[in-house]
């Protein structure tokens, strides 16, 4: 990747991005405004989707005179994009690399400069994480991932990490346990599920000596995950949020554990549609596919921060995981994972969870106990009925079943809503 895109360039890059994080904050923002007016220039004039969708609008970039405009332009939906991926990509930029989502076979086109943008981010955002847990030299680090190239990509190996191993979430998660017990990484990059699992083989009696930094994302999170990783492994957690589509990270956690958005590569709101507030992703850095304003199909809420940690840029709260993750009750409304996690989460002896909403009316919770006596079982299960009716899950008929384990899907990750209802699956892919 160093041949095609050019050391001298990456690190033009690297002092670049270094010298964005010391700017005061209003300059920031006029930075983010002038991206915007940039690539909304670039998109209408050489993209046929951009050209033909905002005029339809009566809007041109020219209408962008803050970062408030932004709220005049069309949004756009992960279908407007799978009907016609070739209408997003511009006409004088060539793609370096495309990523298909783990939902969709729309390949999601990236140019050289993006490319390395990515790369130099990570490595900065490396180095913070390290300084982070105090982690400094001879790091072995361990990544969990499915495709190679993304993993690469996400922990590059600098001079700081003297070793690195990627495991692929497909392999059996005992064995990578004991692949684990043998490296003994001081800092693993996973999926929460993953980190939550691995603690359990800690608590159990697998060896664990070093591990100072834990790296989670891709899946929601709760507060009590992050304590047992940080109770279990005495390390440092950050989390990170991010996408295919956006190739970097939209937001990461601060020491406040508060997640802040990246206004150096994004603009990110947050839009009621329907009975959710939705994410909605503007990519300031893409010249081949540009995204603005895309539904990215997560929930939650965007705010304006003053941060103790010092950060100003905003943050997203109440995130609430994948529409896609959603039960859909009879009545039409709506229940996000996270709402399903935050009843869940104080019973005790309930270690683990699925609910898969099997029709319109029917839902059954797979419940993985710890102590498997048949009282406690039926402990948990009354719990979780007393629980979901606190949060108006009404109308369906509920099954509890004991289980012994949650399965991940093909890509590593455990779903908390598996949906089977085809009607609320084809509500869910459009939010609307
Ligand atoms: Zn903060």
Not at 198 to 221: N, T
Not at 375 to 403: F, H, W, Y
Request: with cysteine; glycine share 6%; aromatic share 6%.
């Amino acid at each position: 990747m160093e041949d095609h895109l050019g050391l001298a360039n990456l690190l033009k890059l690297k002092a670049v991005f270094r010298r964005y994080d010391s700017l005061p904050e209003h300059r920031k923002q006029e930075l983010q405004l002038l991206q915007l007016r940039r690539i909304a220039r670039h998109a209408f004039k050489h993209t046929a989707y951009y050209n033909e969708s905002w005029r339809k609008a009566d809007v041109t970039p020219n209408d962008i005179r803050s970062l408030a405009d932004l709220s005049r332009l069309p949004l756009l939906t992960k279908a407007d994009v799978m009907a016609n991926p070739g209408a997003f990509c511009a006409n004088n930029y060539t793609g370096l690399c495309h990523f298909k989502t783990a939902t969709s076979e729309t390949r999601f086109e990236f140019d050289a400069r993006s490319v390395a943008i990515a790369k130099v981010k990570s490595l900065l955002a490396l180095s913070s994480y390290f300084k982070r847990s105090g982690l400094r030299s001879g790091i072995r680090a361990l990544a969990m991932v499915n495709g190679q190239e993304i993993g690469a990509s996400m922990v590059p190996p600098g001079p700081v990490i003297e070793h690195m191993k990627i495991l692929s979430y497909a392999r059996n998660r005992e064995q990578c346990f004991s692949e684990m017990d043998a490296f003994q990484p001081h800092a693993i990059f996973a999926y929460p599920s993953f980190l939550s699992d691995y603690a359990r083989h800690i608590q159990q009696g697998g060896e664990q000596a070093g591990v100072r930094l834990v790296v989670a994302c891709g899946e929601i999170v709760d507060n009590k995950a992050i304590d047992e990783w940080r109770n279990t492994f005495g390390a440092e957690v950050v989390c990170q949020y991010g996408a295919t589509e956006s190739l970097c990270r939209i937001a990461t956690s601060c020491p406040e554990m508060r997640l802040h958005v990246d206004a150096s590569l994004f603009a990110l709101e947050s839009v009621a549609i329907g009975k959710a507030m939705h994410l909605i992703l503007t990519s300031l850095f893409n010249y081949r596919m540009p995204l603005i304003r895309y539904d990215i199909g997560d929930l939650g809420e965007v705010i304006e921060s003053d941060c103790p940690c010092g950060a100003r840029s905003p943050v997203i709260v109440a995130a609430q995981g994948r529409l896609s993750e959603s039960l859909c009750l009879p009545d039409g409304r709506l229940v996000p994972a996270a709402e399903l996690l935050d009843v869940m989460r104080p019973i005790p002896g309930l270690i683990e969870w699925q609910v898969v909403q099997e029709g319109n009316r029917s839902v059954r919770f797979d419940l993985v106990c710890g102590e498997a006596g048949c009282d406690m079982r039926s402990l948990v299960a009354s719990r979780v009925r007393e629980g979901i009716a606190r949060i108006n899950v009404t109308g369906m008929d509920v099954k509890v079943q004991p289980v012994q384990r949650i399965e991940p899907e093909p890509n590593g990750k455990k779903r908390l809503v598996v949906q089977n209802d085809q009607a609320a699956r084809a509500a869910l892919s459009t939010g609307r």
